[in-house]
């Protein structure tokens, strides 16, 4: 998880922020954005919280190498898919905020 700042650094310089999700595959993809949003709010701690302010990916191992996008339900059904055919699933997530956050946004 990179914040506005980290995005801003040469890659080999950009310090991540970690967290573990624990995802159920009956678990709708709301329930999977509510972690997410979680895992940002905790860790950058941005003054807004907007899942559409983050570019999210994922990637899971011999199964999906490339990142791929989480914005839309049916990416998230083919995460699950994947995911199911694991001996022991698991996935990467990548997620590099849009915006800076920590400014304060102008009252309208």
Known sequence: ???FEQMKKPKTKRSKE???IKLYQDEPFDTLKAQ???CISESLKPKKLDYDDYKIMFTILRHQTAPLSLKKTAKYE???ECAVRMKTPAMKLLIEALKDQTAVEPLQ
Do not use: N
Request: charged share 10%; net charge positive; glycine share 0%.
């Open 1 to 3: 998880m990179y914040s």
């Open 18 to 20: 970690t967290a573990i």
């Open 36 to 38: 997410i949003l979680k």
């Open 78 to 80: 083919h995460l699950v």
